[in-house]
């Protein structure tokens, strides 16, 4: 059964940083893509940051220098270092897990993001 769980998520001033942390378990995880989404009410979940199983990575153009998305195949955990945090970027993040050769993909319940000054 495969699981995915988020950490990291928290409150934060402007300017500040985070890392969020997702755990996969199921022993699909070196072959998973994973990414990043977040979502605010009333919107739809959009993509923050993606890596695939080979390492290669794509950012929303929102992020772009601020926020690296990363993973650690021995820990099945994949990572999204969020820096020089903005008000705007205050949401419910959540991690994907989309394995290869699978039509399945797997959420984690979110981890709440909030920036305020």
């Known amino acids: 059964q495969v699981q995915v769980v988020e950490s990291g998520g928290g409150s934060v001033q402007p300017g500040g940083s985070l890392t969020l942390s997702c755990v996969v378990s199921?022993?699909?995880?070196?072959?998973?893509?994973m990414a990043w989404y977040r979502q605010t009410p009333g919107n739809e979940r959009e993509l923050v940051a993606g890596?695939?199983?080979?390492?290669?990575?794509n950012y929303a153009n929102f992020v772009q220098g601020r926020f690296t998305i990363s993973r650690d195949n021995a820990k099945d955990t994949a990572y999204l270092q969020m820096n020089n945090l903005k008000i705007e970027d205050t949401a419910v993040y959540y991690c994907?897990?989309?394995?290869?050769?699978?039509?399945?993909?797997?959420w984690g319940q979110g981890t709440v993001v909030t920036v305020s000054p």
């Open positions: 199921g022993r699909i995880f070196s072959t998973a893509a």
């Open positions: 890596v695939t199983n080979g390492g290669r990575t």
């Open positions: 994907n897990a989309k394995p290869k050769f699978s039509p399945n993909e797997y």
